[in-house]
């Protein structure tokens, strides 16, 4: 089953800043983020695993709150260059069948303006 | 050190014709992916492999069969093509699938767009 995003899109000033969800309702066991420019592939930001765990990555972080099983994902004084689509991706646990399984949301699409 | 690459990067089918998508990746890693994308849409998984030697089904399956024979490679097939298979197919690898840090980053190819008639 795969992960809900919100909110679906978000236009921002340069600048300004944004959050975009990622919630689960099964356990989640680790949480990696992607951004896609249009027409590329999707680029890896960081990876989360349960326990709290909170990354950066420049001026991009990210939680992890695996109780209420949802990672949200932070983008301080947008850029121009953040614009795209951004997909949270979960991953199955290592103790079931469902190692290796990956799924992703369908997205939210990040537009800053200047 | 190419990554991962696909092949072809474009293709037009006439419905009924089948066609295989070819992903490489020379990073020695052990899992292997392939995803479609419909315009809009997020990315969805279709077949997955966690080793040479082994496949699995994902979300999507139906419509495609897939073979890793070689740990670098990874095959996907269309055995008889329909206009709803239309998409742009996504491959990645990573070292693992299993929850474990900095070894799940998903690496992902260029894509291939597909266009069913």
């Known amino acids: 089953q795969q992960p809900v995003q919100s909110p679906q899109a978000v236009i921002l000033r340069e600048g300004e800043d944004a959050v975009i969800n990622c919630s689960s309702s099964?356990?989640?066991?680790?949480v990696h983020w992607y951004r896609q420019k249009h027409g590329e592939a999707p680029v890896f930001l960081m990876i989360?695993?349960?326990?709290?765990e909170q990354k950066g990555h420049e001026k991009i972080s990210a939680s992890f709150n695996e109780k209420k099983q949802q990672s949200s994902l932070y983008l301080t004084a947008s850029q121009l260059s953040y614009s795209g689509t951004y997909f949270c991706?979960?991953?199955?646990?290592?103790?079931?069948?469902?190692?290796?399984?990956?799924?992703f949301g369908d997205g939210t699409t990040l537009t800053v303006k200047p | 050190n190419a990554g991962v690459t696909q092949t072809p990067k474009f293709r037009v089918l006439k419905t009924g014709q089948s066609m295989t998508l070819l992903c490489a990746q020379d990073?020695?890693?052990?899992?292997m992916y392939w995803y479609r994308q419909d315009p809009g849409m997020g990315l969805r998984l279709i077949h997955y492999s966690v080793g040479e030697g082994t496949t699995a089904k994902g979300e999507v399956p139906d419509g495609y069969n897939v073979s890793r024979l070689k740990k670098q490679n990874f095959l996907l097939g269309l055995e008889s093509a329909a206009p709803s298979q239309t998409s742009v197919y996504f491959c990645?690898?990573?070292?693992?699938?299993?929850?474990?840090?900095?070894?799940?980053?998903?690496?992902f190819g260029p894509g291939t767009r597909l266009t069913v008639l």
């Open positions: 990073m020695n890693h052990e899992y």
């Open positions: 990645a690898s990573s070292y693992s699938g299993t929850g474990g840090f900095s070894t799940d980053t998903q690496y």
């Open positions: 989360l695993l349960k326990g709290g």
């Open positions: 991706g979960t991953l199955g646990s290592i103790n079931n069948t469902n190692a290796g399984k990956s799924t």
């Open positions: 099964k356990a989640l066991y680790s």
